[in-house]
């Protein structure tokens, strides 16, 4: 059974940096190379949206233009891990964050979160002004 877990969330100020990860069970690292990988992230009272993603062919990237230029996404297929890492937080990136995945998303998929049969259950991410 594939299950997602993220990791690395937590407190920061504006203008700080966090790093998460999304660690990936249930599947051998060859497999998991097949896997397109999203970060979503939900604040209160708004509904879920995509942040990042990275696919499983040539590891193309796609990011939400909010976080253009501060956020980063990469994958460790060894380790099954996916991470985001997060530079000059505001306070309007505080919401939970998920990581999602299914196998051979595609590019043009990579954002939408009906195309991504595994959730993790999320970490939430505090930015203080």
């Known amino acids: 059974q594939v299950q997602l877990v993220e990791s690395g969330g937590g407190l920061v100020q504006a203008g700080g940096s966090l790093r998460l990860s999304c660690a990936a069970s249930?599947?051998?690292?060859?497999?998991?190379?097949?896997?397109?990988i999203g970060w979503f992230r939900q604040a209160p009272g708004k509904e879920r949206e995509f942040v990042a993603a990275?696919?499983?062919?040539?590891?193309?990237?796609n990011y939400a233009d909010s976080v253009k230029g501060r956020f980063t996404i990469s994958r460790d297929n060894a380790k099954n891990t996916v991470y985001l890492q997060m530079n000059s937080l505001k306070p309007e990136d505080t919401a939970v964050y998920y990581c999602?995945?299914?196998?051979?998303?595609?590019?043009?998929?990579?954002?939408?979160?009906?195309?991504?049969?595994?959730w993790g259950q999320g970490t939430q991410v505090t930015v203080s002004s």
């Open positions: 999602a995945g299914d196998r051979f998303t595609t590019t043009q998929a990579m954002g939408v979160m009906t195309s991504h049969a595994y």
């Open positions: 249930g599947l051998t690292p060859l497999t998991f190379s097949t896997y397109t």
């Open positions: 990275i696919v499983w062919r040539q590891d193309s990237t």
